[in-house]
């Protein structure tokens, strides 16, 4: 069966996170991604620990988490033999992507306009951190102070004075995501015009576009939203609560539900403070004194069954081994096995796209494993020459 994206060919110039995820999506779907490194490597070959495999050449976990299906070719951009062979890329290509900081590549002899001279249908993905234009453009782009500038520390963390990080970099997983989007939409267009376009997001920009209820609270209303910890600004019950062995989470979207639920365990659903979602967002304490104190006589394998024959949604907070142990999560083929060149098989978190007319994650039926460092100098340029 074939993918998606196999008659794609990206190649990858970007480094860390934000665009390798970017074109690790694309190759998901089955294009073929070419991830340009210099000789160093990209930086999050060295971004550990963890580091697994022999002493003398450490594979960091990281960079593993973003760079599955592609193949490694290093060139030195500054040299001659490194542009010409980029070049001869570039022709070839469908998709470019880059996260420089803004004019390097222009720096590097490869401006917008001259990589559409050299190939017009070209699409370019260009990953920045604030923007490439406005007052503050050329501002180096990191998730965690992209974090901070684009609010979502701001409604993160227990309360309004202890703004948090969210425990993933999230500023570049989603600038990836936007950024692979607008490939798919650039290319889709390009059956059209036949030619290529310039795509830009940021890291800004992207943590913006998810601030959902939070952006339209404060647009629309003039409303500043807080960090509340681990419960819901707009809806009551909906959050963290404990029971007799651990933490379960509830999300009680409807008065009914709500009466549903505190009248099956013991609860004066007409109290003042209880009666209504907004009488409830009103008065937390009481919310959660309520059902923590109906939960504590609970342990989690007796009250989850019991809140799903009433029809609450929960679950339970789960580390992340438990996660990826879990039954559920390997059913949806969350998790893959590739084999690795130097590691041999081991397992990756999977793509998280699935199509209803295969069985498998993804636009592929296999997958290659996130390669070592030049490992396709050979057969990349080999396959540039056979082009000639």
């Known amino acids: 069966m074939s993918a998606p994206l196999e008659d794609i060919t990206v190649v990858d110039l970007s480094r860390a996170l934000a665009g390798p995820h970017a074109a690790m999506m694309l190759g998901d779907m089955g294009a073929r991604v070419i991830k340009v490194e210099s000789p160093a490597g990209d930086d999050t070959r060295g971004w550990g620990p963890p580091f697994v495999g022999p002493d003398d050449d450490p594979i960091s976990t990281y960079y593993l988490s973003a760079n599955r299906n592609k193949e490694s070719i290093t060139l030195d951009l500054k040299s001659d033999d490194g542009r010409d062979v980029l070049t001869k890329l570039i ?4 998709v470019l992507i880059e996260n420089f900081r803004p ?53 993160t963390g227990p309360d309004a004075e202890t703004p948090q990080r969210v425990g993933v970099p999230i500023g570049d997983l989603l600038a990836g995501m936007y950024g692979a989007f607008g490939v798919v939409t650039a290319l889709h267009e390009r059956e059209r015009t036949g030619k ?79 009666a209504t979602n907004r009488a409830r967002i009103e008065h937390p304490t009481e919310v959660r004194d309520a059902l923590n104190g109906a939960f504590a006589a609970y342990p989690m394998d007796e009250l989850l069954p019991r809140l799903a024959e009433l029809g609450v949604p929960a679950g339970e907070v789960r580390t992340i081994d438990r996660v990826y142990d879990w039954d559920q999560t390997r059913s949806q083929g969350l998790v893959i096995s590739v084999d690795h060149p130097t590691l041999g098989p081991i397992e990756l978190p999977g793509p998280p796209i699935r199509f209803d007319d295969n069985g498998y994650a993804g636009g592929r039926a296999e997958h290659d494993a996130p390669p070592s460092l030049g490992q396709h100098d050979e057969s990349v340029r080999k396959w540039l020459d056979e082009e000639d």
């Open 91 to 94: 022709q070839r290509a469908d």
């Open 103 to 155: 004019g390097v590549m222009d720096r590097l002899g490869f401006s917008t306009d001259q990589l559409h001279e050299l190939n017009p249908r070209l699409v370019i993905l260009s990953i920045s951190g604030f923007g490439h234009d406005g007052p503050q453009g050329g501002r180096a782009g990191y998730d965690q102070i992209a974090q901070g500038e684009a609010g979502i520390m701001s409604v």
């Open 196 to 274: 290529g376009r310039i795509v830009r997001t940021s890291l800004l920009a992207a943590i913006v576009g998810a601030h959902a209820f939070q952006g339209t609270a404060y647009t629309v209303a003039g409303h500043v939203g807080h960090a509340q910890g681990n419960h819901h600004p707009s809806v009551s019950p909906y959050g963290l609560f404990h029971c007799k062995d651990g933490d379960i989470q509830v999300a009680v979207g409807s008065e009914s539900l709500w009466v549903r639920l505190a009248e099956a365990f013991g609860i004066d659903p007409t109290t003042p403070a209880l």
